[in-house]
Nanobody
Framework: QVQLVESGGGLVQPGGSLGLSCAAS????????MSWYRQAPGKERELVAYITSNGGSTNYADSVKGRFTISRDNAKNTVYLQMNSLKPEDTAVYYC??????????WGQGTQVTVSS
């Protein structure tokens, strides 16, 4: 059974850091492009960062470049998103997605991140 479980969300002050995890089961994350998306209230879901299956290239939304880092631990079958210098506008539900060409993507249930003083 395929499953993606995000964790690590919470409340943090502006300028703080949080680390999100996305634990996968039922498939191998190294064979998929793994992404983090987020959705703020009243806004569309947007791509935050992704890491490719081949070579592990990464890419980031301009709004998080230099502050967020996506990584993958193949041994743990887990993808991470390290978020530093958090801003109130980073407040959203963060979702993990697994994608491979010609297949239906897998999504996690999301984890809430709130940046507020």
């Amino acid at each position: 059974q395929v499953q993606l479980v995000e964790s690590g969300g919470g409340l943090v002050q502006p300028g703080g850091s949080l680390g999100l995890s996305c634990a996968a089961s039922g498939f191998t994350v190294s064979r998929y492009t793994m992404s983090w998306y987020r959705q703020a209230p009243g806004k569309e879901r947007e791509l935050v960062a992704y890491i490719t299956s081949n070579g592990g290239s990464t890419n980031y939304a301009d709004s998080v470049k230099g502050r967020f880092t996506i990584s993958r631990d193949n041994a743990k079958n887990t993808v991470y998103l390290q978020m530093n210098s958090l801003k109130p506008e980073d407040t959203a539900v963060y979702y993990c997605k697994a994608y491979k060409t010609w297949t239906t993507p897998y999504w996690g249930q999301g984890t809430q991140v709130t940046v507020s003083s």
